[in-house]
């Protein structure tokens, strides 16, 4: 599969995933939303338009999303998130979209050390996290793949 096709797919896995969160799941009342990879801030505008209401806070090694998708300082969080997301465990979120997989086996190994169990430990009960990389962790359950999204392309589960 071409580099395009590849990134083509992601995207729509991106989209189809969350617009499925947004229309078929059940998300605790209260809880706020994370990005964890703010990148260009694409999903992040997403997040932002299509769960109104909540507070959606992106984290980044650095500040590098298109103006319009820049959040307030305040739903910001900079530096390596295997630090700064320490912070973050116990907050009860919502939901949790993690899109820091880099295409490239040993790093990502690496991000697997620490992604899932920070993740887990973002959630309340009940949330869902959506992610590129998979999260094998005990507390969260890994939710039907949809039909228009390729086997480990993108994953999504239930905190429980
Ligand atoms: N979903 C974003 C969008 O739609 O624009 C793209 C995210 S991009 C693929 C991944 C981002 O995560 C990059 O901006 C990178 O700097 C950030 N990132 C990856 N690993 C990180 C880490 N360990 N700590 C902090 N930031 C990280």
Redesign the pocket.
């Known amino acids: 599969m071409s580099r395009l096709d590849s990134f083509i797919n992601r995207m729509s896995a ?1 989209r189809d995933l969350l617009n499925h969160v947004r229309d078929n799941l059940v998300l605790p009342e209260a809880g706020e939303v994370f ?10 505008s997403h997040l932002r338009e299509n769960f109104p209401g909540r507070r959606v806070i992106a ?4 500040l ?2 298109h103006a319009s ?1 820049t959040p307030a300082a305040d739903d910001f969080v900079e ?4 630090e ?1 997301g320490q912070a973050f465990i116990g907050r009860q979120a919502a939901l949790v ?1 993690a ?4 295409g490239y086996d040993d790093k990502d190994a690496i ?1 697997l050390i620490w992604l899932p169990q920070m993740v887990s430990g973002m959630l309340a009960s009940g949330g869902v996290a959506v992610s590129g990389l998979p999260l094998d962790h005990t507390d969260l359950e890994l939710l039907p793949r949809l039909p228009s999204i390729a086997e480990g392309r993108y994953f999504h589960y239930r905190r429980r």
């Open positions: 991106q990005e964890i990879g703010l990148g260009n801030g694409r999903t992040y984290f980044d090694r650095k590098a999303s998708a530096g390596e998130i295997r700064t979209h899109d820091i997989g880099t991000t």
